[in-house]
């Protein structure tokens, strides 16, 4: 994505559904908060029915919700090693409970 045409770093994006028929929808108009939570975070540059996201940032926004989370790619990191983490200690918990030898 090219962030330097981009409205001072935000864009807009919107979610489309597409039923199992062929057919699709776009979501709903949406009231973002004005504010963004996370280690970056900031407030949207002007009000739309869209949701808003930071380009070069990692943006977790929901479905037909205000919310928006806005945080910078080192807590991405972070996330993916506390999943993997999580996933092996799964794994481990699993070998051991059905008798799987290490």
Known sequence: ????ATESGWFELKAYITQSSGSGTWENDVTQSSQCTGDVGGS?????GSHFARC???????FQQAACTINSLGQ???FAFTLTSVIIILFAYWRRTAGVPV
Request: hydrophobic share 40%.
């Open 56 to 62: 070069g940032f990692v943006n977790v926004v929901e």
């Open 76 to 78: 991405l990191h972070l």
């Open 1 to 4: 994505m090219d962030c330097s």
């Open 44 to 48: 949207r540059p002007f009000e739309s």
